[in-house]
Every structure is written in structure tokens, then in C-alpha cells.
């Protein structure tokens, strides 16, 4: 570790992340003996790292050469954040606008993993406080944004998440295999989904989706309030603003209905 590095960095994985930049546009391809050199790292650590790396994507050994260059996951992964930065400057406006309009709470979420992640939220002045924040981490089965990103994600992982168990917060909480599956469909079907206190018995939310240029949804818009004021028309209508929200952001990411 040089004088540079804190001592509290764990030492694996500050050399893991010092190999993966010693790898540039003039240099793109490294052998074991020259990233040792270069960063002060034994060849056998350097090794053990270029293989664990490797078993997860982020880098790749080039049989002609002998040598190790960036992987597919370091693609994937500055993908994944570019993606989320131009949503979220094209999706900021109009989260604030509906959130204002209708005097609710409004997030913008994107699936990670097994969980739903709010990359922002915009209340009103008559909105109820909501233990939410940018950057909070939820569950996918009881809300209503994670409801519809799993409607459209991959049914590996819609089984990956019926196989751990739903969790029950509350009496309408979905636990059932069979009725959460149908759930998912009707979903697909209506265009949004709705979550009626099945994560906070007093709380319900409306989601609607938001699509990159290719078609994929990526990502999901919702108003969400107390179920006092959700009554069965204002949910209606809600959907179809939301849905017509989500339609105007895909828009600006290049996506055109057809």
C-alpha cells in the first residue's frame, strides 16, 4: 500500500480496484509480471486477484497474448450508471411536476438486484412524510414500483424471489405463490400496478413504467400517499397520469411507442 492509501482500506480490494485502473487506452492489455511491477504488488497476489476478477467478468485473459484487459461486467457497470444519470435528469422534472400537481409524494425507482432503489423523490406541500429517501433501498414484492419492475424483469428472478419467501408486513401483503404470479400478469396487462397497504397497512401507491430507447423498462414512476386519499377513482386516475408520465420520460430516452 503506498503512502497515499488510508490505513483502513481493506488492502484486497484497494489492489483489486489499483489493477483494474492500471489498465488504459494506450494500454489496454496487461500481463501479471508488468501490473506487479508497476503497482508494487507480489505476482502471486497480483494472480490470485487477476483470477478472482476474472470469475466475475472484470477482466479477461487474451489467449493470444498471455496477457489480462477490462471485462464485460466493467461494461455493464458503467452502462448501468450512465443509464441512471440521464434518467435521472430527464426523469427530475417531471417526478417534481407530478408530485406538485397532485400534492403527493412521487419517486423514481429502478431495480438492483432483488430490491427496488429510489434514484429520487419530490414531495409536496400536502404530502404525508414518508420513510423514504433517494438512494433507499425497498422491497420488490409489497410495493408498487417493485411490483412492476418485476412484472417486466427476467422470470429467473421473479422465481429467484418466490423461492426466498415474500414476506408478510402486513394483512394484504401477497405471500401466495400462485396469486403473486397473477399479480405480475395483471399487471403486465393493465400497464400499472398498485400496492394497497401491503407494505405500510395505512400507505398506497400507483406505478407506471418508464422504457429506454429499446423498449425495456428500466425503471418505474409512482405517486404514493395515504389510502385515506387513494380512493378507487383517484387510483384511476393516477394510473393514467403516471402512465402518461412514464411515456413522455421514455420519449426523451429515445423510446418511441409504436
Same mark, same amino acid.
Given at each position: 500500500?503506498?503512502?497515499?492509501?488510508?490505513?483502513?482500506?481493506?488492502?484486497?480490494?484497494?489492489?483489486?480496484?489499483?489493477?483494474?485502473?492500471?489498465?488504459?487506452?494506450?494500454?489496454?492489455?496487461?500481463?501479471?509480471?508488468?501490473?506487479?511491477?508497476?503497482?508494487?504488488?507480489?505476482?502471486?497476489?497480483?494472480?490470485?486477484?487477476?483470477?478472482?476478477?476474472?470469475? !466475475?467478468?472484470?477482466?479477461?485473459?487474451?489467449?493470444?497474448?498471455?496477457?489480462?484487459?477490462?471485462?464485460?461486467?466493467?461494461?455493464?457497470?458503467?452502462?448501468?450508471?450512465?443509464? !441512471?444519470?440521464?434518467?435521472?435528469?430527464?426523469?427530475?422534472?417531471?417526478?417534481?411536476?407530478?408530485?406538485?400537481?397532485?400534492?403527493?409524494?412521487?419517486?423514481? #425507482?429502478?431495480?438492483?438486484?432483488?430490491?427496488?432503489?429510489?434514484?429520487?423523490?419530490?414531495?409536496?406541500?400536502?404530502?404525508?412524510?414518508?420513510?423514504?429517501?433517494?438512494?433507499? !433501498?425497498?422491497?420488490?414484492?409489497?410495493?408498487?414500483?417493485?411490483?412492476?419492475?418485476?412484472?417486466?424483469?427476467?422470470?429467473?428472478?421473479?422465481?429467484?424471489?418466490?423461492?426466498?419467501?415474500?414476506?408478510?408486513?402486513?394483512?394484504?401483503?401477497?405471500?401466495?405463490?400462485? @396469486?403473486?404470479?397473477?399479480?405480475?400478469?395483471?399487471?403486465? @396487462?393493465?400497464?400499472?400496478?398498485?400496492?394497497?397497504?401491503?407494505?405500510?397497512?395505512?400507505?398506497?401507491?400507483?406505478?407506471?413504467?418508464?422504457?429506454?430507447?429499446?423498449?425495456?423498462?428500466? #425503471?418505474?414512476?409512482?405517486?404514493?400517499?395515504?389510502?385515506?386519499?387513494?380512493?378507487?377513482?383517484?387510483?384511476?386516475?393516477?394510473?393514467?397520469?403516471?402512465?402518461?408520465?412514464?411515456?413522455?420520460?421514455?420519449?426523451?430516452?429515445?423510446?418511441?411507442?409504436?
Amino acid at each position: 500500500m503506498n503512502q497515499h492509501t488510508p490505513n483502513n482500506l481493506l488492502s484486497s480490494v484497494n489492489n483489486s480496484i489499483r489493477i483494474l485502473r492500471a489498465f488504459t487506452m494506450d494500454q489496454p492489455q496487461k500481463g501479471v509480471r508488468e501490473l506487479a511491477t508497476e503497482l508494487g504488488i507480489s505476482k502471486s497476489s497480483v494472480q490470485r486477484i487477476l483470477v478472482t476478477l476474472a470469475a !466475475h467478468g472484470f477482466v479477461r485473459k487474451n489467449e493470444d497474448t498471455n496477457k489480462y484487459e477490462l471485462g464485460i461486467s466493467v461494461l455493464e457497470l458503467s452502462s448501468i450508471f450512465l443509464e !441512471h444519470i440521464d434518467l435521472h435528469h430527464e426523469a427530475l422534472p417531471t417526478v417534481t411536476k407530478l408530485a406538485h400537481t397532485h400534492k403527493e409524494t412521487s419517486h423514481l #425507482a429502478v431495480l438492483n438486484n432483488m430490491e427496488v432503489v429510489y434514484l429520487c423523490k419530490v414531495e409536496s406541500p400536502y404530502s404525508v412524510k414518508l420513510r423514504s429517501h433517494s438512494g433507499l !433501498h425497498n422491497h420488490t414484492h409489497c410495493t408498487s414500483s417493485g411490483k412492476l419492475l418485476l412484472a417486466h424483469s427476467d422470470p429467473y428472478l421473479v422465481d429467484t424471489i418466490l423461492r426466498n419467501g415474500l414476506v408478510k408486513f402486513t394483512s394484504t401483503t401477497i405471500t401466495e405463490r400462485d @396469486k403473486f404470479q397473477n399479480e405480475l400478469n395483471k399487471i403486465l @396487462k393493465q400497464g400499472y400496478s398498485v400496492s394497497r397497504g401491503e407494505f405500510r397497512k395505512d400507505v398506497t401507491s400507483v406505478s407506471a413504467p418508464i422504457r429506454d430507447h429499446s423498449g425495456k423498462v428500466i #425503471a418505474a414512476i409512482n405517486l404514493v400517499g395515504p389510502s385515506t386519499r387513494f380512493t378507487n377513482p383517484r387510483i384511476q386516475y393516477f394510473a393514467r397520469e403516471l402512465i402518461h408520465a412514464g411515456e413522455l420520460i421514455s420519449e426523451k430516452l429515445g423510446y418511441w411507442k409504436r
